[in-house]
């Protein structure tokens, strides 16, 4: 109950924060989320960490994750990404980072899924090096788990 209570409110404020518009086409498919009238697509993904490795887990993020996220706001993929930590501690849900992501639409999210590993190659040709900094970032992370996110009309 307290985390359904959470995540509500998270999403609340999260809307609060997106920008309006429901412009775009509709992509009708098995694939479409639940709710889904166009325009943007939110994501929110929770990360809880090993005990104090929440600093090295978050500057292997900035260093191996970040960029990408970059790139993909270049490409006009993805409007913006977000990351929060808590500022106060809580037992339930348990995460110590959270990262809002805003897709352009449905069709960039998917194009992002799709082509992930030919931007990870882009962004870092070195692959060695992102392969294991990426590792130990995932090392770092004891929880992981995605949020889809539906705007629910008020009106």
Same mark, same amino acid.
């Given at each position: 109950?307290?985390?359904?209570?959470?995540?509500?409110?998270?999403?609340?404020?999260?809307?609060?924060?997106?920008?309006?518009?429901?412009g775009g086409p509709r992509r009708a498919s098995a694939q479409t989320?639940?709710?889904?009238?166009?325009?943007?697509?939110?994501?929110?993904?929770?990360?809880?960490?090993? =005990?104090?490795?929440? !600093?090295?887990?978050?500057?292997?993020? +900035?260093?191996?994750?970040?960029?990408?996220?970059?790139?993909?706001? %270049?490409?006009?993929?993805?409007?913006?990404?977000?990351?929060?930590?808590?500022?106060?501690?809580?037992?339930?849900?348990?995460w110590d980072f959270f990262v809002v992501i805003v897709y352009r639409?449905?069709?960039?999210?998917?194009?992002?899924?799709?082509?992930?590993?030919?931007?990870?190659?882009?962004?870092? =040709?070195?692959?060695? !090096?992102?392969?294991?900094?990426?590792? +130990?970032?995932?090392?770092?992370?004891?929880?992981?788990?995605?949020? %889809?996110?539906?705007?629910?009309?008020?009106?």
């Amino acid at each position: 109950m307290k985390r359904t209570l959470f995540l509500s409110f998270l999403v609340a404020a999260g809307l609060l924060l997106l920008p309006a518009g429901k412009g775009g086409p509709r992509r009708a498919s098995a694939q479409t989320p639940t709710g889904y009238a166009g325009g943007t697509v939110t994501d929110a993904s929770f990360y809880r960490i090993a =005990p104090g490795k929440q !600093d090295e887990w978050l500057a292997l993020y +900035k260093k191996y994750h970040y960029p990408i996220m970059q790139y993909e706001m %270049k490409q006009g993929l993805v409007k913006s990404e977000t990351m929060y930590k808590r500022t106060v501690h809580e037992l339930s849900p348990a995460w110590d980072f959270f990262v809002v992501i805003v897709y352009r639409d449905l069709d960039a999210q998917v194009e992002v899924q799709k082509e992930r590993a030919k931007v990870m190659k882009a962004v870092f =040709p070195n692959t060695p !090096d992102f392969e294991q900094g990426d590792k +130990k970032r995932w090392e770092l992370t004891t929880e992981h788990w995605d949020e %889809k996110l539906a705007e629910v009309p008020m009106d």
